[in-house]
């Protein structure tokens, strides 16, 4: 099972980045894939997961509006596309695959296998 993150830059206050996740050496359609960050010092973050069978999609609060995640199952990847960003958004960003069905916003310790990470850095 791989997953390899791609995206992470640094952007101003306000802008846009789009970060890419791309999953091989499993079913995609059996797993639901989320994405998470982690902030230096803080605990990790479940932030969106969809479900590639049904397209549902779940989102933590704290981001909706603002973060989307979408999949394409022919190119076995999910994407995340963030929006207004914020400096307290700078984290590092993990993509990981649940065998699970993801009904809310995902559970850290609920994912089995996860990516490198990207970072992402917003700057005023």
């Known amino acids: 099972v791989q997953l390899v993150e791609s995206g992470g830059g640094m952007v101003q206050a306000g802008g846009s980045l789009g970060l890419s996740c791309a999953a091989s050496?499993?079913?995609?359609?059996?797993?639901?894939i989320g994405w998470f960050r982690q902030a230096p010092g803080k605990e990790r973050e479940g932030l969106a997961c969809?479900?590639?069978?049904?397209?549902?999609?779940y989102y933590t609060q704290s981001i909706k509006g603002r973060f989307t995640i979408s999949s394409n199952d022919a190119k076995n990847t999910v994407y995340l596309q963030m929006n207004s960003l914020k400096s307290e958004d700078t984290a590092v960003y993990y993509c990981?695959?649940?065998?699970?069905?993801?009904?809310?916003?995902?559970?850290?310790?609920?994912?089995?296998?996860w990516g490198q990470g990207t970072q992402v850095t917003t700057v005023s």
């Open positions: 969809t479900n590639s069978g049904d397209d549902s999609t």
């Open positions: 050496g499993f079913t995609f359609e059996d797993y639901s």
């Open positions: 990981a695959a649940d065998y699970y069905y993801c009904s809310g916003p995902p559970d850290p310790a609920r994912f089995d296998y």
